[in-house]
């Protein structure tokens, strides 16, 4: 998973999202499948991440 590889590790887990974090970032990953585009690009962003980056890290 890229944001394991990105350093954010799972910090709580529900029936329909999973809460990732870094330490200094929460992130709230709906389980649904697949996430649209608009939805992981808020993620990416909240993740402090570019989406070039993201996609090297796929």
Same mark, same amino acid.
């Given at each position: 998973? !890229?944001? +394991?590889r990105?350093g #954010?590790r799972?910090?709580? =887990? ?14 709230? +990953?709906p389980?649904?499948n !697949? +996430? ?6 808020? +993620? ?7 989406? =070039? =980056? #993201?996609?090297?890290?796929l």
């Open positions: 998973m !890229p944001l +394991i990105a #954010f799972v910090a709580g =887990e529900g029936r329909k999202h999973v809460v990732m974090s870094d330490g200094n970032r929460f992130l709230t +990953i389980r649904s !697949p +996430i649209d585009a608009y939805t992981m690009g808020g +993620i990416v962003t909240d993740a402090g991440r570019g989406v =070039e =980056e #993201f996609k090297k890290l």
